[in-house]
């Protein structure tokens, strides 16, 4: 039988399931704004995806094109659209996720930590 960190016997194999364990701890305080630490990796790959974007057409694909004013056309409507998007979101990140009626119980909720999830229901 295989031994865990506390010194007692289980048949499953101890180890494997408390290093999971540690793995898999919830978050001890509510976010307020989406841009709180940690950042989630799709967060911080969105925003290099819309950098790499923007880089790609106003670097590379807008100035290769022949005509002068149909690259001044392409980057005066690819700008307006890109920087719509972007401002889309950046207030999409910093929107509270939280229900509004939570918030209303005031500040004091949000600094009491997250109650830990049950679930053997």
Same mark, same amino acid.
């Given at each position: ?18 290093s999971?364990?540690?793995?898999q ?5 509510r ?5 709180q ?6 967060q911080v790959?969105a925003?290099i ?14 100035p290769?094109?022949a005509?002068?004013?149909?690259? +001044?056309?392409l980057?005066?409507?690819?700008g307006?659209l890109?920087l ?17 009626? +939570?918030r209303a119980k ?6 009491r930590p ?6 053997s229901?």
């Open positions: 039988m295989a031994r865990s960190r506390s010194g007692v016997a289980n048949g499953n194999g101890g180890h494997h399931h408390q999971q364990q540690q793995q701890q919830p978050r001890k305080w976010r307020l704004h989406g841009l630490a940690p950042l989630h990796p799709q790959s925003w995806l819309l950098a790499a974007y923007a880089a790609l057409m106003h670097l590379l694909v807008i290769a094109l005509s002068h004013t149909f690259r +001044l056309a980057h005066t409507a690819n307006v890109y719509a998007h972007l401002t889309a979101h950046l207030a999409a990140t910093v929107v509270d996720p939280a229900d509004p009626h +939570l005031g500040r004091e909720a949000s600094r997250v109650p830990k999830f049950d679930r229901l």
